[in-house]
């Protein structure tokens, strides 16, 4: 070892950083120590203080400063440096003042960490000083210097600094104007990113994948979906195509923008495909309302070795969530102990909300207690966990728990909304409206249109369905589909045709192609035994070109998903299915159930609407998980569109007589059938 000559040495050192191994860096240093006098030679100094500090042992880092007589700018620089990048950024700044009071000129490095340190810490009275230093020792003409200090009054909200600056910048490089661009995205102005991706281009700039990415975040956040499609066509002329981040930028861009096809256009064409491809894959199809795509993708990408990250994770539970796919959803559960990421705060608010929307709140509540740390997504995704099952008073128990004690969390937007339907959906009524009057004064949200949809909601299911429409008239903004939508549907529960017209006929002009608007007044119509009216409604959807989406029911036996429709007889087992059908109904009128023939919708015979209302493909769900799925196993069924009163009243019966749990999730919310009891307590 004697032969060790100090620059071996100092690669030993650099190898200890490169392998991030503490212990083999003691070692060198102390190595060092027995092969050389003190003091050491002053680049020995600098590079085990460049060690130390990236490796965040500022203590060492700091004395073994301390201990070289003859520190420089370097030797500082590499403290400085190292601080930033562990995130210590008040130290950073304290050894800045230091370095200054020692009489030591901050070089083209070091400023850019004292900028980033300001930026970070949000002091721009402190990045100001900075910059004045910068001026002085003539150091912001430095291209690196100056784009730091641009990015600092960008990131400290300094925008009119930041503009200044920018344009008095001698020379701008790519990396000034990707930070111009990326700034603006996040100021939220991504015209003046689209601009500056033109002027950037105009002086002869080249851009890299870092500006493309920019440039088509600026185009999703504006919904700019022509001018993405035309840098699209740019990145296939540069020869851009073939870059990973390139074409992951264009796989977001499109996915935002609501052409999940373009997306998928890109992924296919592909030839290299990193963590980030798959994950950006699998959001488009989240976003796009593809949730059994978004699953395929995220199995395809497991197929193909991909470790999954925390963020793709949490998309893929979001899917889950949107699917109801409780089994798959457990599965990406474990997955997340696995990779060991279910302590992230995200991934574990996601796991709490996959479990509250598909019905087992139980799991959602051991998640949700399970989770070392939770923020506001957290809590949110259990208050409206519960609010989906119409269990309001512990929806509003934890929105008290939220609110006060040691957790003290300030409501957002959200968090009211969920507070509000938790209300709507339990009955609450005096309840609701007192929070909704108080939401400004106590909480300083003003009511946005979810809330008010809320309250419309929440008097139309109580009954109260002619306030709600004079709540409607004084509301200080325009309706929207779901708040007439929700007086729609209030109508048809109560049975007020004349009030449910206007309902629809507002309806009609905000989304006149919506078959579902039409369906409802005319079941309404029909239910009040208007039957001229009922007819004329459909025969006006035909003239216009409107089509009735077909309703169907699904149910998860063995991995394996059976979908029916109403009066489906085309399963393979269906002689077991009427069997069951015919048992039950046999078993329910001995119990006194008697049809409600109003949900027949057709002008009928009453004879025949019994027969109608009893084939709807809930129940011939139900009854195929009955005879499929073992006895104690909660049945889960899920239907595409609103669940009618005579299944709800039908399957509260059976709960009863067959002593199970079945919960049923429709386009609206959650049922959960128990000894004849509904978790809704009949308001849905």
């Not at 929105?399 to 959200?414: E, H, I, K, R």
């Not at 609701?432 to 419309?456: D, K, N, Q, R, T």
């Amino acid at each position: 070892m004697t032969s060790l000559t100090p620059n071996s040495l100092a690669a030993l050192v650099e190898s200890a950083l490169s392998t991030r191994s503490s212990l083999l860096g003691r070692a060198v240093h102390a190595q060092i120590i027995k092969t050389l006098n003190n003091p050491l030679p002053s680049f020995l100094s600098n590079y085990l203080v460049n060690m130390y500090s990236k490796l965040d042992l500022p203590s060492s880092a700091q004395l073994v400063l301390s201990l070289n007589p003859s520190r420089s700018v370097v030797t500082w620089t590499a403290l400085i440096a190292g601080s930033v990048q562990n995130g210590r950024f008040a130290s950073a700044l304290l050894q800045f003042s230091n370095m200054l009071r020692e009489c030591i000129q901050p070089n083209d490095f070091t400023f850019p960490c004292a900028f980033k340190a300001s930026a970070s810490l949000r002091m721009p009275a402190i990045g100001k000083q900075v910059h004045a230093l910068a001026v002085k020792d003539g150091q912001i003409r430095d291209v690196f210097v100056g784009c730091s200090a641009f990015d600092m009054y960008s990131k400290t909200g300094l925008r009119d600094e930041a503009r200044i600056l920018f344009d008095e910048m001698p020379e701008k490089n790519i990396v000034t104007w990707n930070a111009y661009m990326s700034n603006a995205v996040l100021d939220g102005q991504p015209r003046n990113a689209v601009n500056a991706f033109i002027e950037f281009l105009r002086v002869g700039g080249e851009p890299d994948s870092i500006t493309f990415c920019a440039f088509l975040n600026a185009c999703s956040d504006a919904l700019y979906l022509e001018t993405g499609r035309q840098l699209h066509g740019f990145i296939i002329r540069r020869g851009f195509l073939a870059d990973v981040s390139a074409s992951n930028g264009l796989i977001d861009f499109y996915g935002k923008c609501r052409d999940v096809g373009s997306s998928e256009m890109v992924f296919d064409r592909m030839c290299q495909r990193n963590d980030v491809t798959w994950c950006s894959m699998v959001t488009a199809h989240v976003q796009n309302y593809e949730e059994e795509k978004a699953c395929m993708v995220f199995l395809q990408a497991r197929e193909e070795g991909v470790e999954p990250t925390d963020y793709m994770i949490s998309t893929v539970l979001s899917a889950c969530a949107g699917l109801s796919g409780l089994e798959l959803g457990r599965s990406v559960h474990a997955l997340a102990v696995k990779a060991c990421v279910e302590g992230n705060v995200f991934v574990g608010s996601a796991i709490v909300d996959m479990y509250g929307k598909c019905g087992s709140i139980h799991d959602a509540e051991q998640a949700f207690y399970e989770m070392p740390q939770r923020n506001l997504i957290t809590w949110n995704a259990m208050i409206g966990g519960y609010a989906h099952q119409g269990h309001a008073d512990m929806a509003l128990a934890f929105f008290q728990d939220m609110t006060s004690g040691s957790n003290d969390l300030v409501p957002n937007y959200v968090t009211l909304v969920c507070v509000l339907s938790a209300c709507s959906r339990a009955g609450a009524v005096e309840m609701g409206l007192e929070i909704f009057e108080s939401m400004g004064a106590i909480f300083g949200i003003e009511p946005g249109v979810e809330h008010y949809a809320c309250i419309v909601d929440l008097l139309g299911r109580s009954g109260m369905v002619e306030r709600a429409y004079e709540f409607i008239k004084k509301m200080p903004i325009p309706p929207t589909i779901a708040i007439w939508g929700a007086l729609l549907g209030s109508c048809r529960m109560y049975g007020k045709p004349e009030l449910g017209k206007i309902a629809a006929d507002n309806l009609f002009e905000l989304d006149p192609k919506d078959s579902g608007n039409h369906v409802v007044l005319s079941n309404l119509f029909a239910a009040a035994g208007m039957w001229e009216e009922a007819t004329l409604v459909r025969k006006e959807m035909k003239n216009v070109g409107i089509k009735k989406g077909v309703g169907c029911s699904w149910i998860s036996v063995k991995n394996a998903v059976h979908v029916f429709q109403a009066k489906d007889t085309s399963h393979e087992r269906n002689s077991e299915i009427q069997a069951m059908l015919y048992k039950l109904r046999k078993e329910m009128k001995e119990a006194g159930y008697v049809p409600d023939t109003d949900f027949a919708l057709y002008d009928l015979e009453e004879e025949e609407k019994i027969s109608e209302v009893w084939y709807h493909s809930e129940k011939i769900a139900l009854a195929y998980g009955l005879i499929t799925i073992p006895p104690g196993v909660p049945i889960r069924i899920t239907k595409n569109l609103r669940i009618c009163g005579d299944c709800h009243s039908a399957i509260k019966f059976i709960s009863g007589i067959v002593g199970r749990e079945i919960t049923v999730r429709d386009n609206n919310r959650f049922h959960r059938f128990r000894d004849g009891q509904c978790s809704c307590r009949d308001y849905w």
